[in-house]
């Protein structure tokens, strides 16, 4: 039987990576979104085994309904939109505002624990045969660390953006080399999602 592919995306950081890489600064916003369903799929096909994806999962902040309105309205109608397609759960924290709002963004927080948790508890209780994380967050890193040098049963991999001499910031831990998906941008084209939520949003 193929192995089960469990994809952990940090959305925000690939979005902004997508965009650091594959964009030019003064792109429209949706320049960087990406189908995580498209990419998941590409991830667990980039194997010389036999794989399959199992489930991608996406982690993101959402504005408050509130505070931004515009802005809840954009990110409800994207998760809405991911949520209709195979295979794909979405994790979302609520944004925090600082005292200084809209003069200082909103953060969020929160997100890089969520997905250590379910990294880890993901392969305790055998969601996946090979689980993959696809952010430049190393605060990720100690769950990496425990998957892949404790849990012999599952493979730790990671996955980043890419281009021919350029490599967007990938995961690595000291105690083991991690095998990294470098996704280029005919991989980043063929998951690109150009849809403008904001016009779906109050």
Not at 42 to 58: G, N
Not at 118 to 146: I, Y
Not at 165 to 178: A, D, E, F, M, P
């Amino acid at each position: 039987m193929p192995d089960r592919v469990g994809v952990f995306i940090d959305y925000q950081n690939s979005y902004r990576g997508a965009r650091d890489l594959f964009h030019d600064l003064l792109a429209p916003h949706w320049d960087g979104q990406f189908w995580p369903d498209t990419l998941g799929t590409a991830i667990a096909s980039d194997s010389p085994f036999e794989r399959e994806l199992a489930e991608v999962r996406v982690y993101r902040g959402l504005p408050s309904s509130e505070r931004d309105p515009k802005g809840y309205g954009a990110a409800h109608s994207q998760i809405t939109a991911w949520q209709r397609r195979p295979k794909t759960t979405v994790i979302w924290r609520p944004l925090r505002y600082p005292d200084d709002w809209p003069a200082v963004k909103a953060e969020e927080k929160g997100i890089d624990v969520a997905i250590a948790v379910d990294f880890v508890m993901g392969a305790v209780k055998g969601w996946f045969d090979v689980g993959v994380v696809m952010s430049r967050d190393t605060d990720l890193k100690p769950a990496l660390e425990v998957v892949a040098t404790q849990l012999h049963a599952v493979r730790a991999e990671v996955a980043a953006w890419s281009l021919p001499g350029v490599h967007c910031g990938r995961l690595s831990i000291k105690q083991k080399n991690l095998w990294c998906h470098w996704l280029g941008e005919d991989v980043y084209r063929a998951a690109a999602d150009t849809t403008d939520y904001t016009l779906a949003a109050p």
